[in-house]
């Protein structure tokens, strides 16, 4: 395995954490290059359950380190959190990790403002995380955000704070919300910034020197093809680029130095928050919720379920261009008798093999079904291809020959040994 990209290939909750975690221990490094605290990514060790936001999953991994790009938006008090808590178990937390200067701050304002924001849309929300992302990837395009490098250097930090804190606390202010207090913002953002500085470096240049020397890098996608800002059913999509062309851009290694793309799929489809989801079914959903799956690992809401959607899975093979396929969740369907998988939708009337651009049309589609038969048996312990039931095998091929790519790992429990390489 050279540099691969890892994306989710559906609405974000694809299992991502989990494949990253099993094929770090054949990289070096692990790169995160977008989004922020509104991922929630799981990694489960024997009975021991990680959930990961901002750290890259190949943390619980010896001797491998995680870089945070320079794409990411970053809560500073989120992600003291977040180191605290995985040092309390155990694990690792020092020169394995390397963060990037250019990664824009979330603020308590941006966090305000993404509330109050979601409240005045009112049932047109878009059903976000609550982390402040979009209103920090907002300034980072109007030219107004801090980055973690600003935050290193005290009395710069103080400067840009004060002129955002004026500004953002009239905004708040006239939404009706509570001005935010200027000086404990400070005082709390610069004792984290006592915690991240040993983190902070130029992680372009390491980066750099890494592919020198030959190592091998896992950049991990955050959220999933759909939520892509760009590319997703906007606008119930998140603030960056999910798909591949972010992993470059976010770590400033450039395309020619990225050998292949994964993407990850669950076997079924799931989405939080708002927006169109053409092959939802609550009969699934209350099957899943009932096994206790399917809630979100950053919110803990319950996920929006549905079959296999193989037309819009098509769409992010076009726009990630996937290499290979990892499927997740497969004995999420083990006792399912008759399995949909979506290869069509209609639309006002006329049949229609690709996912529109607009989402209200999107919105429109109604899918059409091909019935598989399930295989009625647990796939948990399955540890070879060849331990999979027939009918199990079938409908995973059937998925890679429907989206058109190569089938590589598939995952039958979250476990890291649940994992058959083919
Ligand atoms: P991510 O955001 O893409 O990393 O995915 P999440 O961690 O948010 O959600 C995936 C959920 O599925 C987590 O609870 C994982 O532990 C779990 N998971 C991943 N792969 C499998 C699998 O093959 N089977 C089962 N049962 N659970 C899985
Ligand atoms: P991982 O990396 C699933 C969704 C939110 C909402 C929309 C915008 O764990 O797959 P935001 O807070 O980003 O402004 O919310 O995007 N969303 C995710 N859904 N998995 C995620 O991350 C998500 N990150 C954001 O639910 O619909
Ligand atoms: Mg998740």
């Not at 009112?122 to 990837?137: C, D, L, Q, S, V």
């Not at 098509?314 to 290869?343: F, H, P, S």
């Amino acid at each position: 395995m050279a540099n691969t990209i890892l994306v989710g290939a559906q609405w974000g909750d694809e299992g991502k954490g989990k494949i990253i975690d099993y094929l770090t221990d054949d990289a070096d490094i692990v790169v995160r290059s977008q989004g922020g605290n509104n991922a929630g990514h799981t990694i489960v060790l024997g009975g021991d359950k990680y959930v990961l936001h901002l750290i890259p999953s190949g943390i619980l991994r010896r001797g491998k380190v995680c870089v945070i790009g320079n794409g990411v938006v970053l809560d500073p008090i989120a992600l003291v959190g977040e180191i605290d808590g995985l040092r309390a178990r155990g694990v690792k937390v020092a020169k394995n990790l390397l963060i990037s200067g250019g990664a824009h701050l979330v603020m308590p304002y941006h966090r305000a403002l993404d509330e109050q924001r979601e409240a005045l849309k009112g049932k047109n929300k878009i059903g976000t995380t609550k982390r402040g992302i979009g209103p920090a990837y907002g300034d980072k395009a109007a030219r107004t955000g801090i980055r973690l490098a600003d935050l290193m250097n005290t009395e710069l930090f103080q400067a840009k704070l004060k002129a955002r804190m004026k500004e953002n606390n009239a905004v708040l202010k006239s939404l009706g919300a509570k001005p935010i207090d200027a000086r404990k913002v400070g005082q709390a953002y610069l004792a984290a910034a006592e915690v991240l500085r040993p983190f902070v470096t130029n992680t372009v240049v390491y980066l750099h020197d890494a592919i020198a020397k030959g190592k091998k890098m896992l950049f991990e996608g955050a959220q999933g093809t759909f939520l892509d800002i760009d590319h997703g059913t906007y606008p119930f999509v998140t603030s960056s680029n999910t798909t591949a062309g972010g992993a470059c851009t976010g770590s400033g290694v450039p395309p020619h130095r990225m050998d292949n793309v994964l993407g990850v799929i669950k076997a079924y489809t799931t989405r939080v928050g708002e927006g169109p989801f053409p092959t939802e079914d609550a009969g699934l959903g209350d099957r899943l919720h009932e096994m206790g799956r399917e809630f979100g690992a950053t919110t803990g809401r319950a996920r929006r379920c549905g079959w296999f959607d193989a037309v819009a899975v098509r769409y992010a093979n076009m726009v990630n261009g996937i290499d290979q396929l990892a499927i997740t969740n497969l004995d999420g369907l083990d006792g399912v008798e008759k399995i949909k998988v979506c290869t069509a939708y209609k639309l006002d009337g006329k049949k229609i093999t690709v996912l529109p651009t607009q989402c209200d049309e999107v919105e429109r589609c109604t899918p059409i079904y091909t019935e598989f038969p399930g295989w009625m048996t647990s796939t948990e312990n399955a540890r070879k291809y060849k331990d999979l039931p027939p009918n199990a095998r079938r409908y995973v091929e059937t998925l890679a020959s429907l989206i058109g790519t190569k089938l590589s790992i598939v995952s039958v429990g979250p476990g890291r040994d649940q994992t058959i390489r083919l």
